[in-house]
């Protein structure tokens, strides 16, 4: 398997025993925080109606690649099919791939269909900060052409942000269609290197420098020229926007243009039920991907340097796979938003109890094996240790650290059962075998 945008460096060594740069494992409690973060959000999306799709880990990369821009395809992993002979891609976006399914299925004929899913994608990013395995949970939401099918997706990102605890989630908004008519009609006339140039400047938010190179002879290109100046300037709240809008409308620049602003506006008005603080418009907001042809949008947070989800409408990628119908969506970026929590807190159960093999015989382990089924089912985590000690007191010093889930540990003595605490304290338990609720309330009142 190799990267298309090139093989190992020449003289390169593989040291045995390392993980590749950009992939690892993941363990203990963000492995547990992953989890449960992936199945609050994946709930969510269900309380929203949306259905969860599963998706291959490759495919046909003649199959995928006409909804895949170069520079991602540069950026894919292929590898040959041992069976057919053909070249198979790793799964480099997600978008992309269900676009493809959706394209190709019955469901989505004349109908709205939502679509849920949680994976990784698989990508070569050169960057200083190399991510290789990127996973993403998001949704897709096709054959809805409508700003309040924008509206939805926009609310379910802002409502799981939330419910993830980020801090001060903001929402930033901007929309291609603009962009890519103003750009247009800034870059008349000109070719080559200064109309790229302008397009560096405009995302770069450098008025300056599209004014240097733009050629402004006409009215309506002075105009539009003012009212960029105004919309780069920094970014604006749901109130300024609506004003800058209802001064583009005014302007006539293109078809695309007018519906642009039109549809913009339309969205940025339904979205007034939000906190006014939590939603930002960007007039310059890079797109995340090529295939975005209206609203797109980032969700960023306190502490964080990246975005930690994305998306946007992108009607026109379905129809490279043979079906031409709106879409909509936006997906988290998960492994963003777990290095934001550097100190996670134990999530999801109480503080447990270990069970010491320290009695002999088979009695004492079926004794031991009922208490923990019991104490199971009333939700406390049971963790078995082995052990050689067999002497009173048990050491729990030098067992408690190896189980950040155990608060106590069990010792099955002959006619005994002995709770020892992580503070050294005892409570002996006379009889067969002891009730699990003596033992849970016994537990939380140390």
């Known amino acids: 398997m190799k990267s298309r945008?090139?093989?190992?460096?020449?003289?390169?060594?593989?040291?045995?025993?390392?993980?590749?740069?950009?992939?690892?494992?993941?363990?203990?409690?963000?492995?547990s925080y992953r989890r449960e973060m992936t199945g609050q959000i994946l709930g969510l999306f269900s309380l929203w109606g949306y259905s969860e799709i599963t998706l291959p880990s490759f495919e046909y990369l003649d199959s995928l690649s006409p909804g895949l821009d170069p520079t991602l395809l540069n950026k894919a992993y292929t590898l040959q099919d041992r069976g057919s002979g053909h070249v198979l891609i790793l799964r480099p976006d997600a978008t992309a791939q269900i676009a493809r399914l959706a394209a190709q299925s019955n469901e989505t004929d004349g109908n709205s269909s939502r679509y849920s899913y949680s994976t990784s994608v698989f990508r070569h990013e050169d960057h200083h900060i190399l991510e290789r395995e990127i996973l993403q949970t998001g949704i897709e939401l096709f054959g809805d052409p409508s700003s309040q099918a924008d509206w939805e997706i926009l609310s379910i990102c802002l409502e799981g942000s939330h419910l993830l605890g980020l801090k001060n989630p903001t929402l930033v908004l901007a929309h291609e269609g603009i962009q890519r008519s103003a750009l247009k009609h800034l870059?008349?006339?000109?070719?080559?290197?200064?109309?790229?140039?302008?397009?560096?400047?405009?995302?770069?938010?450098?008025?300056r420098g599209i004014r240097e190179r733009s050629n402004a002879r006409t009215t309506a290109h002075k105009n539009l020229l003012k009212l960029i100046e105004r919309m780069l300037e920094k970014n604006h709240t749901l109130t300024e926007s609506l004003?800058?809008?209802?001064?583009?409308?005014?302007?006539?620049?293109?078809?695309?243009?007018?519906?642009?602003?039109?549809?913009?506006?339309?969205l940025l008005r339904l979205m007034k039920d939000q906190k006014e603080k939590s939603i930002q418009v960007d007039f310059a907001l890079r797109p995340?991907?090529?295939?975005?042809?209206?609203?797109?949008?980032?969700?960023?947070?306190?502490?964080a340097y990246q975005e930690l989800a994305s998306g946007g409408r992108y009607d026109t990628l379905p129809a490279l796979f043979g079906k031409s119908m709106p879409a909509t969506g936006f997906a988290f970026h998960v492994n963003r938003i777990e290095s934001l929590f550097q100190e996670l807190p134990e999530r999801g159960?109480?503080?447990?109890?270990?069970?010491?093999?320290?009695?002999?015989?088979?009695?004492?382990?079926?004794?031991?094996t009922i208490l923990a089924q019991e104490l199971r089912r009333k939700g406390i985590p049971v963790v078995y240790i082995n052990s050689k000690e067999e002497r009173s007191p048990f050491n729990i010093s030098r067992v408690l650290p190896q189980y950040p889930a155990i608060g106590a540990v069990l010792q099955f003595e002959e006619n005994t059962v002995r709770l020892v605490d992580s503070e050294g304290s005892i409570h002996d338990f006379e009889g067969e075998l002891p009730d699990p609720d003596r033992v849970i309330k016994s537990l939380g009142e140390r």
């Open 349 to 368: 159960h109480r503080k447990g109890l270990g069970v010491l093999f320290s009695g002999k015989g088979k009695e004492t382990r079926e004794k031991m």
């Open 187 to 207: 870059c008349k006339g000109l070719t080559g290197e200064a109309e790229h140039a302008i397009q560096r400047a405009f995302f770069a938010h450098d008025f």
């Open 243 to 266: 004003k800058l809008l209802s001064d583009a409308e005014k302007l006539e620049v293109s078809g695309d243009w007018t519906i642009g602003v039109e549809n913009l506006a339309e």
């Open 288 to 303: 995340s991907g090529p295939y975005y042809s209206g609203m797109i949008f980032h969700i960023y947070s306190s502490g």
């Open 5 to 31: 945008s090139g093989t190992q460096a020449s003289g390169s060594k593989v040291v045995r025993g390392h993980t590749p740069k950009g992939v690892g494992p993941v363990f203990s409690r963000i492995a």
